[in-house]
């Protein structure tokens, strides 16, 4: 199990390092002009333009700027976006809150799809099994920019259930209808999920062992099917964390949270290489962090899964 | 060179404009005003908070609260003083700044003539590049702190450049100094407004012509409110009150400008009272606004001015009688209605009329629209039978482009297409290079109020921003001539006389000026917008 762990901490690093790099020279290939880019519409004036281009490395070539990048990341500096700032500060700022959001947009999501998708599997093709289908088929078909500014006005402006943003420093409260939002997709494919897996779980052997046996229903529901049926749910929920931080651009930018979406668009638009890439590298951890943790739960829920 | 700007208009165009209406303001009286309320503004994180390097809407209202300028403009846009005691010359090029005595920065230190004269060194020196470092190009000695690249762009490093200091700007006594122009320039005054010509404390600098590290994140200025801690990144920037100020007391406690991502974002926030100026309706807004907020919805005029360019260099726009069918098909006022919900209004004008000089119509009859006419001109002239239109993508000038190529269509019986460009950047390097992008979509935001501003920079020959390659050597003299004047009203004569210079060639289409949307809570009233897009702290009072 160590052997196993340690290897993959080995691949996450090689990971690591071929992300930034892909990431970092996309950035390169795309940028035509970082400095216009940041001066919007105003033509930059010439002597502004060679202080900044000195200042960082703008004229090199792409290697030997990711090499600078690289030697001050070894060094524990994140380097500065093109306006200035410090990017180690502002990953400070922005993944708490980035953070926050999408774990309580798992959880909620986890719950309610987890329950919502046992229910509707042990009652297969009851009233409770159709109303999830259509349920969840509405919110997979409703695209986030649709969703999130239509509960934004419905249960923040015009209800006033939730604040309509929730801003810098949220609290547990003022995050929860972004949560909400944010979980609405990954809800809808952790309860059909579900679903499936405890409907084929229930015709499996075992289980008419076990109620052969007469073992109670609860038993054999909660610790038998679900338990099996938990496997790929679990792997979704891995991946889906790292998709979420990534994707909460749109649900960022609508309750102005202040978080790791919103900055990367900037970066994305402003052409700003070293904040992309800075942001981009710790994503990049995430997911590894995230699938190894999902490759050992499988140990854990199912027995005959074991590493070497 | 000029002092220009070109709009920042990425997300604006929509959104801004109509320009002769009076302030909207629906003020309602009833109930006290608290002074010591915290009033929340919109913003968005502000690229630097650095006078000389601050050149957009919200880094400029930030500092609107915390300096005080050395002139402002009154309610004709004329510069009054203000931080300064007089500002005189006698031959428009040596400028003797008196200051106000009992100014102190917010920490203490007396606002003396060494705090105008190291920020504008610090402002002018090139390798600091700050961004608005050409607003110094007018005064003696700029070009001693210019360098340029020995190789164009290559691996050799510029040279430093010869000095740090502005051989034009001279110490009197402690509260005077003297500026030294290369040239006469009669609206010297008029400039100071701008954001650049704020001071710094000495305490801003760690040595001499060095910033020290971390001031711009607790800036401390000469105006009536102080930072309140420090700028907190993407989150806002509180500002309070400041006790020791001598001049007008603002009527609140202090500001919290509050940092958005999306203006959306910030509308559902007016909407639910939990901010309470918004300076710009998005876009997406705009029609239901007036029912949303009531008389809580508020226009103002702006600067912005929109045009179409012509790429005078191409045989096809050669003639002015082609330039002018082309503007004479376009019905402004129906584009306006359809478009832009009339959040804007026509211009027929080649200045806006925020500023002083401003006549109506100056186009004549290019900018009526007559279909008739406009087609048997443009037939008669021989205009291209078919017509491009390029506009940078990003800014939502989509449905305006089409609607005008529709017009075109219609009312000429020519094919025209909108061609969108990934940005406005890449939109001006293809003109820059004479590339065929046939008309394309221009906008201009004023530097300060000065019709020479609406003029020089976007016409003259060597203007910074003409990129339409019009030249006409007698609208160069009266430019030239104006700012070189006596006094303002001479100027005015001699900028006019070269503005209806431009309705006789037409090197650009007048097409709209700008008019400021914005809307407040239930919280404040008296909320003002200036012509800079700024909210007028000093007026604006909460509801206790």
Redesign the interface.
Known sequence: MIRYIVRRLLQGVLTFFGATFVVYALMFANQ??PL??????????E??R??????YHL?EPFIVQYGYYMRGLFQGDFGQSL???DIS??LE??WPNTFRLAVMAVVFAALIGILAGVVAGIRRAGIFDHTTLIITLVLISIPIVVLA?LM??FF??EL?WF???A???PSFYALMLPAIVLGAGSLATYSRLTRTSVVENLRADYVRTAKAKGLARNRVIGVHVLRNSLIPVVTYIGVDLGSLMAGAIVT?????I?GVG??L??GITTEDGPLVVGFVSILVIIFIVANLIVDLLYAVLDPRIRYE | MQVRRFAALAALPVVTSLGLVACGQGGDDAGESNTSAIVSIEIAEPQHLIPTNTNETSGSQVLAALFTPLVSYDAENKPVEDAAESITSTDNTVWTIKLKNGYTFHNGEKVTADSYINAWNYGAYAPNAQGNSYFFEKVAGYADLQSTDPDGDGPQAAPAPKTNKLSGLAKVDDLTFTVTLTAPYVDFKTMLGYTAFYPLPAAAFSAEGVLAEGFEEAIIGNGPFKMNGTWQHDAKIEVAAYDGYPGAKPKIGGVEFRIYQQLTAAYADVLSDNLDVLRTIPTENITSAPTDLGDRYATSPASTFQFLAFPTFQEDFAKPEVRKAISMAIDRDEIIKSVFKNSQQSARSFVSPVVAGYREDTCGASCQFNAATAKTQYTAAGGPSTIKISYNGDGGHKDWVDATCNQLKTNLGIACTGVAEAKFADLLSKVEKKQDVGLFRMGWVMDYPSMENYLGPIYTTKGSSNYYGYSNSEFDTLVAEGTKAADEDAAITKYQAAEDLLANDMPVIPLRFGQNNYGYSTKVRNVEIDLFQRINLLKVEAVS
Request: glycine share 10%.
């Open positions: 035509d002009n216009q880019a940041l001066a919007g519409e105003r033509p930059i004036s002597n502004v060679q202080a900044l281009t000195e200042r004229n306006t200035g700032k500060e502002m700022l922005a500014p934004q006005l923040g402006v006033k604040p309509a943003t801003g810098a420093d960022e930018g609508v309750f102005n202040p919103s900055s668009f900037r």
